[in-house]
């Protein structure tokens, strides 16, 4: 019986730690101290403490431990624990059963975000990013609520991608979703040596292999439409037949691999265009106050 036993398999542990040392040190930042991992992360203090004996990297500043992020995102991610593969788990392929047999799908979406600012102000405005554009939002003084709320149609039936869009496509299978610290999170060069990709660097690599190709194509960013919350994320576009079609097959794979997505029904060269909200093609903020980015969360459910 070893220290993990009834926990994650030794395999798993193995990737995980393997990925954790492909990883620039200097790259990681260690921003979350041990006392916000089971809060935020859902992921023990003791499994994360043993895996810092197996070589989880960590910083020590005035007595607290700290992790860098996108490490423990990647240990609920590979060692299937904690809150970031549960939510994933269980709303991704919720999202994607919602579209079968539709020909659109539609979706109630809100922004919602706090004044940062300590007392409540008069003239209190945001700018928000919404799936129509740039638009302002006053709220008065102690209003609270969404800022903002709108309908959505996606379309869920997308052409057959053509045998030079698949080969595109097809170059996902050579990676691994991976999360990144913000200092390599746009590197495709890493990402495409060590065959990990955030959501980013993929949606740029399979844009990149389409144009190649000579396919119009182009990485955009937006939402992810998995009610209870739409989450910010990447994939990549190609232009067929005067038509814009998402792909995303890293998640497909990701999910099918997880055994968590019928991969009879959803391959990777099957559209994700029914959960896939574009908001644009360069990374903007979604929501500003006073010039600056405030954190936001985006409540969305099914129509
Ligand atoms: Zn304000």
């Not at 926990?7 to 979350?32: C, N």
């Not at 055994?259 to 990777?268: H, K, Q, V």
């Amino acid at each position: 019986m070893g220290p993990l036993s009834g926990g994650p398999d030794d395999a798993a542990i193995g990737r995980f730690l393997e990925i954790t040392a492909l990883v620039p040190s200097r790259s990681r930042t260690f921003t979350v101290p041990l006392a916000n991992v089971p809060r935020y992360f859902g992921l023990s203090a003791e499994l994360v403490t043993q895996m810092t004996s197996l070589g989880l990297p960590s910083a020590v500043r005035n007595g607290d431990v700290y992790f860098e992020r996108s490490d423990l995102v990647n240990m609920s991610l590979r060692l299937r624990t904690g809150a970031r593969y549960r939510t994933i788990r269980r709303f991704w392929p919720l999202a994607l059963s919602a579209l079968e047999g539709k020909r659109r799908i539609g979706y109630n979406l809100s922004y919602v975000a706090n004044c940062p600012f300590p007392e409540p102000h008069t003239g209190c405005r945001f700018r928000i990013l919404t799936p129509r554009g740039q638009s302002e939002r006053s709220v008065s003084a102690g209003q609270s609520g969404p800022i903002f709320t709108s309908d959505l149609w996606l379309s869920c039936e997308w052409p057959e991608l053509p045998a030079i869009a698949r080969e595109v496509v097809d170059i996902a299978e050579h990676f691994e979703l991976t999360w990144l610290p913000p200092a390599i999170h746009k590197d495709t060069r890493f990402m495409r040596k060590h065959g990990l990709a955030n959501c980013l660097g993929m949606s740029r690599i399979l844009a990149a292999e389409g144009r190649h190709r000579g396919l119009q194509a182009r990485s955009v960013f937006g939402f992810l439409t998995s009610p209870p919350y739409g989450s910010v994320h990447y994939w990549a576009e190609v232009r067929i037949e005067g038509r814009w079609i998402p792909i995303d097959p890293l998640m497909v794979s990701t999910l099918t691999n997880w055994n968590i997505l019928d991969s009879a029904i959803w391959t990777p060269y099957h559209s994700l265009g029914g959960i896939l909200c574009r908001l644009g093609c360069i990374r903007r903020p979604l929501v500003m106050h006073e010039g600056k980015e405030v954190a936001a969360s985006f409540p969305i459910s099914h129509l």
